[in-house]
């Protein structure tokens, strides 16, 4: 696989943190990082991949009036909760 530097300041604090998960890990710092890395990208790609898939809900007419959402919730704990809004 083909890799490129890239650098980055951060603080000493989270510095330190990569260091003693290094350790700890046995493995290199530019391992911790690519891994933490990879699982942020991973996360916002998901983040962004549901943000689409709700964008497409609403203009599909696909949601719920604000209104029935509040009476619902308004009745939870009560003796006669409303059935969830669909």
Avoid: F
């Avoid at 990879?38 to 203009?59: F, K, M």
């Avoid at 009476?71 to 059935?83: E, H, I, Q, R």
């Amino acid at each position: 696989m083909e890799t490129r530097v890239v650098t980055a300041h951060v603080p000493v604090s989270l510095a330190d943190k990569v260091d003693d998960y290094a350790e700890r890990l046995e493995r290199s710092k530019a391992w911790i990082v690519k891994q933490a890395l990879t699982a942020w990208i991973d996360l916002e790609e998901e983040r962004y991949r549901l943000t689409l898939e709700a964008i497409a809900d609403v203009e599909a007419g696909n949601v719920i009036d604000h209104e029935a959402v509040q009476a619902w919730a308004d009745s939870l704990g009560t003796d006669n909760p409303l059935p969830e809004p669909r």
